[in-house]
C-alpha cells in the first residue's frame, strides 16, 4: 500500500467519523426527495395560502419543474453544505500538526493533496449521484416524462462546479493560513465571480455559468457549445488548482 | 390532500429525524461548542430542521478530547 492509498483511506475514516457522510448522504437523500415533491405539491401549498381577494392561477406543475427545484436546490444550499463541509478539510489539519508525523515518516506531499482532493471529490460524487438517482425516480413516478435535451450535460455541469468549488478551496487552504481561511478565500473567490459575471458581464469563460444556467440548458435557452467551452475550461482550472496547491504546498513549512 | 402525499412525507420526515437525533445524542454526549451553549444547540438543532444539524456538526461542534 503507497502513500496515497493509506492517506485516501484515512480521509475516508476521517469523513465517516466526522459525520461528513451521514450530513452528505442524508441532506442529498433529502434534497432528491424534497425536489420533486415541492413541484408537485406547489399549487396546493399556493392553495392553502391565499389572500382575499386574489385569485392566483398556477399552471400544473411539469417534468421540468421538478429540475427547476432540484437545481435551485443543490446550487444554493448543495453548495453552501459542501463548502461548509469540506471547509476545513486541509486547514484543520495544519492546523492542529497533525501533519507533521506522517510527512516527516516519508509520506510525500504530493499524495496528500491528491488523496484530499480524491477523498472529497468521490464523497460529492457519490452524493451528489444518490440525489440524482433519488430525484429522478421520483419525478419519473409523480410526473409525466418529458424528453428535455442535455438533461445528463446539465445535471453533470452543476457537478463539475462542485468539483471545482472543492479544488479551488483545497487550493486556499493550502496558501492561506487559520482554521478557516481558505473557506473564506473561497467564498470571496465566489463573490468576485458573481459580481464579474452580474456586474461587467464577463460571461464567456466564467465557471459559476455551470451552476446557473442548467435550467436555461433543459428548456434550450441556454445554448449547449458556450456551456461545453466553459465545462472544459472550468477543468483546467481544476488541474491548475491541483498544480498549483502541489507546488505551493511542496514549498510550505508546516 | 396531505393524506395523498403521505407515503413520499415519511421517508422524509425520517431522514430528518436521523439527523436531528444524531446531532442530539452527539451534542449531549459532548456538551463542548466553539461557541454558543448547551440551551442555544438543542433549540437549534431541534426547530430548524436540515440546516440546524448541519450547522452543529460543521461549526457548532467542538474539539473531541
Given at each position: 500500500?503507497?502513500?496515497?492509498?493509506?492517506?485516501?483511506?484515512?480521509?475516508?475514516?476521517?469523513?465517516?467519523?466526522?459525520?461528513?457522510?451521514?450530513?452528505?448522504?442524508?441532506?442529498?437523500?433529502?434534497?432528491?426527495?424534497?425536489?420533486?415533491?415541492?413541484?408537485?405539491?406547489?399549487?396546493?401549498?399556493?392553495?392553502?395560502?391565499?389572500?382575499?381577494?386574489?385569485?392566483?392561477?398556477?399552471?400544473?406543475?411539469?417534468?421540468?419543474?421538478?429540475?427547476?427545484?432540484?437545481?435551485?436546490?443543490?446550487?444554493?444550499?448543495?453548495?453552501?453544505?459542501?463548502?461548509?463541509?469540506?471547509?476545513?478539510?486541509?486547514?484543520?489539519?495544519?492546523?492542529r500538526g497533525t501533519l507533521i508525523i506522517p510527512?516527516?515518516?516519508?509520506?510525500?506531499?504530493?499524495?496528500?493533496?491528491?488523496?484530499?482532493?480524491?477523498?472529497?471529490?468521490?464523497?460529492?460524487?457519490?452524493?451528489?449521484?444518490?440525489?440524482?438517482?433519488?430525484?429522478?425516480?421520483?419525478?419519473?413516478?409523480?410526473?409525466?416524462?418529458?424528453?428535455?435535451?442535455?438533461?445528463?450535460?446539465?445535471?453533470?455541469?452543476?457537478?463539475?462546479?462542485?468539483?471545482?468549488?472543492?479544488?479551488?478551496?483545497?487550493?486556499?487552504?493550502?496558501?492561506?493560513?487559520?482554521?478557516?481561511?481558505?473557506?473564506?478565500?473561497?467564498?470571496?473567490?465566489?463573490?468576485?465571480?458573481?459580481?464579474?459575471?452580474?456586474?461587467?458581464?464577463?460571461?464567456?469563460?466564467?465557471p459559476l455559468r455551470l451552476a446557473s444556467e442548467?435550467?436555461?440548458?433543459?428548456?434550450?435557452?441556454?445554448?449547449?457549445?458556450?456551456?461545453?467551452?466553459?465545462?472544459?475550461?472550468?477543468?483546467?482550472?481544476?488541474?491548475?488548482?491541483?498544480?498549483?496547491?502541489?507546488?505551493?504546498?511542496?514549498?510550505?513549512?508546516? | 390532500?396531505?393524506?395523498?402525499?403521505?407515503?413520499?412525507?415519511?421517508?422524509?420526515?425520517?431522514?430528518?429525524?436521523?439527523?436531528?437525533?444524531?446531532?442530539?445524542?452527539?451534542?449531549?454526549?459532548?456538551?463542548?461548542?466553539?461557541?454558543?451553549?448547551?440551551?442555544?444547540?438543542?433549540?437549534?438543532?431541534?426547530?430548524?430542521?436540515?440546516?440546524?444539524?448541519?450547522?452543529?456538526?460543521?461549526?457548532?461542534?467542538?474539539?473531541?478530547?
Amino acid at each position: 500500500m503507497n502513500g496515497f492509498t493509506a492517506f485516501f483511506k484515512k480521509e475516508w475514516l476521517e469523513a465517516i467519523r466526522n459525520y461528513r457522510v451521514l450530513l452528505l448522504f442524508s441532506v442529498s437523500a433529502l434534497f432528491g426527495m424534497m425536489s420533486p415533491l415541492t413541484a408537485k405539491m406547489m399549487p396546493d401549498i399556493l392553495a392553502n395560502v391565499k389572500v382575499e381577494g386574489m385569485v392566483l392561477k398556477i399552471p400544473n406543475p411539469t417534468f421540468t419543474d421538478a429540475f427547476v427545484q432540484f437545481f435551485n436546490n443543490f446550487s444554493q444550499m448543495g453548495m453552501a453544505l459542501l463548502l461548509l463541509v469540506f471547509g476545513g478539510v486541509l486547514s484543520q489539519d495544519l492546523v492542529r500538526g497533525t501533519l507533521i508525523i506522517p510527512l516527516s515518516k516519508g509520506l510525500s506531499r504530493h499524495a496528500v493533496i491528491l488523496a484530499k482532493y480524491t477523498a472529497a471529490l468521490t464523497l460529492w460524487t457519490s452524493s451528489y449521484a444518490l440525489a440524482a438517482l433519488i430525484h429522478y425516480g421520483y419525478t419519473l413516478y409523480l410526473f409525466r416524462l418529458v424528453s428535455v435535451k442535455h438533461l445528463f450535460f446539465s445535471l453533470f455541469c452543476l457537478w463539475l462546479f462542485g468539483a471545482f468549488l472543492l479544488a479551488v478551496l483545497l487550493t486556499a487552504s493550502v496558501i492561506v493560513r487559520g482554521s478557516y481561511g481558505g473557506l473564506f478565500v473561497t467564498v470571496a473567490g465566489l463573490g468576485i465571480l458573481l459580481i464579474c459575471q452580474t456586474i461587467f458581464r464577463m460571461e464567456r469563460f466564467n465557471p459559476l455559468r455551470l451552476a446557473s444556467e442548467n435550467m436555461a440548458l433543459l428548456s434550450d435557452k441556454a445554448a449547449f457549445d458556450p456551456l461545453l467551452t466553459i465545462a472544459w475550461i472550468t477543468a483546467g482550472f481544476i488541474l491548475a488548482a491541483l498544480i498549483l496547491a502541489m507546488a505551493i504546498f511542496k514549498k510550505k513549512s508546516i | 390532500m396531505i393524506q395523498n402525499y403521505l407515503p413520499f412525507l415519511i421517508p422524509i420526515i425520517v431522514l430528518e429525524l436521523i439527523l436531528a437525533l444524531s446531532a442530539l445524542i452527539h451534542l449531549l454526549r459532548h456538551q463542548s461548542f466553539r461557541f454558543g451553549n448547551l440551551f442555544i444547540w438543542i433549540i437549534i438543532v431541534l426547530f430548524l430542521q436540515i440546516i440546524g444539524p448541519i450547522l452543529y456538526f460543521t461549526i457548532g461542534r467542538g474539539e473531541d478530547a
